[in-house]
């Protein structure tokens, strides 16, 4: 059975740092593309990051702030947020493929 945990989500400042972690059960990490997502109040669900064994890719709205990252091992993903904003404001979601799954969310709230 595939399992995907988040955790790390929280009440930041703005300027602040979080890390978001995916922990993935049931799944290979070296044969997946694993993403985070992230959905506002009101709005659909946005891509933020992928990485698979070819590439890496992020939205342009989080370019130079987040950085994904993977670690086989521990069959866990993360999300490195930096100078966060208030408009990053949001539930993170982690997502595998082609196994798609997707975890519960985390919240990350970011005051101003």
């Known amino acids: 059975q595939v399992q995907l945990v988040e955790s790390g989500g929280g009440l930041v400042q703005a300027g602040g740092s979080l890390t978001l972690s995916c922990v993935a059960s049931?799944?290979?990490?070296?044969?997946?593309?694993m993403s985070w997502y992230r959905q506002a109040p009101g709005k659909q669900r946005e891509l933020v990051a992928s990485?698979?064994?070819?590439?890496?890719t992020y939205a342009d709205f989080v370019k130079g702030r987040f950085t994904i990252s993977r670690d086989n091992a521990k069959s866990t993903v993360y999300l490195q947020m930096n100078s966060l904003k208030p408009e990053d404001t949001a539930v993170y979601y982690c997502?595998?493929?082609?196994?798609?799954?997707w975890g519960q969310g985390t919240q990350v709230t970011v005051s101003s």
């Open positions: 997502k595998s493929w082609p196994a798609n799954y």
């Open positions: 049931g799944i290979r990490l070296r044969d997946s593309t």
């Open positions: 990485i698979s064994d070819l590439r890496i």
